[in-house]
Structures are given as structure tokens and as C-alpha cells.
């Protein structure tokens, strides 16, 4: 007679527990990612409000109107940097979603120039280096007059 008891483990493991413990663990890894990507996200605002200021700086002499409407839109995109570096991603997240029901309009037509604006990107990636030398190019100028 053999005993299969020996085969067997003494306690059941506690698959919900284990369950629990690896869904907290990458939510916790998915928040620390989410923060890495916001704080860069407003480094990156924050410097498009400094060029904001800048050039509101140069334009005051040519067009005062222009350079205080560049100013009061850059001092928005500070406002911006300051609250991407304050609140969570999940916060942001929330903020997005309310705004996108309150104006549906409004976030789908920034969806769509954001999306424009990439794509005008990518395509222009894209299209340096994909572009050809022509068959000459390793020809030097000499003796050509360009038109």
C-alpha cells in the first residue's frame, strides 16, 4: 500500500492572497511609470511656457497686443506644468475624463489637431531618411550654374 499523502502539500496555497499581492504590486509599478512620464510631461510643458515668455519678450516693441496675448498663454501652460508636476496620473486622468464629458467638442477637435500634429511629425521623420539621394549627388558643384 502506498501512502499519497506524502505527494500532496500540508496547507492549500491561498491563490486570492496571491492574487491580491500581484495585482498590488504592478498597480504600484503602473503608478511609479505613470509619475516617471508626468514629471517628464511637465519639464516639457514647463519649457514651451519659457519659449512662450520668450518670445512674448521679443515681440513686445514690433506688436505689444500679441506679445501680452503670448504672455497670458504661456503663464496658462506654467499653470499647466505646475498641476501635471501636483497631481497623480490617476488625478489627471479623472480631470481628462470629466473635462472630455463637460466638452466633448473640445476634446475631440484637440484629439484630432494633436493627432494632426504628430502624424505632420512622423511623416517628416520619416521622409528625411527615407528620401533618395538624387544621381548626382556625389558629384561635385563644379562648372554647374543652378537656375
Same mark, same amino acid.
Not at 55 to 81: C, F, H, K, N
Not at 132 to 143: K, L, Q, T
Given at each position: =500500500?502506498?501512502?499519497?499523502?506524502?505527494?500532496?502539500?500540508?496547507?492549500?496555497? @491561498? /491563490?486570492? &492572497?496571491?492574487? +491580491?499581492?500581484?495585482?498590488? %504590486?504592478?498597480?504600484?509599478?503602473?503608478?511609479?511609470?505613470?509619475? !516617471? +512620464?508626468?514629471?517628464?510631461?511637465?519639464?516639457?510643458? $514647463?519649457? /514651451?511656457?519659457?519659449? %512662450?515668455?520668450?518670445?512674448?519678450?521679443?515681440?513686445?516693441?514690433?506688436?505689444?497686443?500679441?506679445?501680452?496675448?503670448?504672455? +497670458?498663454?504661456?503663464? !496658462?501652460? @506654467? *499653470?499647466?506644468?505646475?498641476?501635471?508636476?501636483?497631481? $497623480?496620473?490617476?488625478?489627471?486622468?479623472? =480631470?481628462?475624463?470629466?473635462?472630455?464629458? *463637460?466638452?466633448? /467638442?473640445?476634446?475631440? %477637435?484637440?484629439?484630432? #489637431?494633436?493627432?494632426?500634429? /504628430?502624424?505632420? #511629425?512622423?511623416?517628416?521623420? =520619416?521622409?528625411?531618411? &527615407?528620401?533618395?539621394?538624387?544621381? *548626382?549627388?556625389?558629384?561635385?558643384?563644379?562648372? *554647374?550654374?543652378?537656375?
Amino acid at each position: =500500500m502506498s501512502d499519497t499523502s506524502q505527494y500532496q502539500p500540508k496547507t492549500k496555497p @491561498d /491563490l486570492g &492572497a496571491a492574487v +491580491s499581492e500581484i495585482k498590488t %504590486a504592478l498597480t504600484g509599478k503602473a503608478e511609479e511609470l505613470a509619475d !516617471r +512620464s508626468t514629471e517628464s510631461g511637465a519639464a516639457a510643458v $514647463s519649457a /514651451l511656457g519659457k519659449t %512662450a515668455a520668450t518670445l512674448a519678450g521679443s515681440l513686445e516693441e514690433q506688436s505689444p497686443a500679441v506679445a501680452d496675448y503670448v504672455r +497670458s498663454t504661456g503663464q !496658462r501652460i @506654467d *499653470r499647466l506644468a505646475d498641476d501635471l508636476r501636483d497631481k $497623480s496620473a490617476g488625478e489627471l486622468l479623472t =480631470m481628462a475624463t470629466d473635462f472630455g464629458k *463637460r466638452q466633448p /467638442l473640445a476634446l475631440l %477637435a484637440g484629439s484630432a #489637431i494633436v493627432g494632426f500634429a /504628430l502624424s505632420r #511629425i512622423v511623416k517628416a521623420g =520619416m521622409g528625411a531618411s &527615407a528620401e533618395p539621394a538624387g544621381p *548626382r549627388a556625389d558629384e561635385p558643384n563644379v562648372g *554647374r550654374i543652378d537656375v
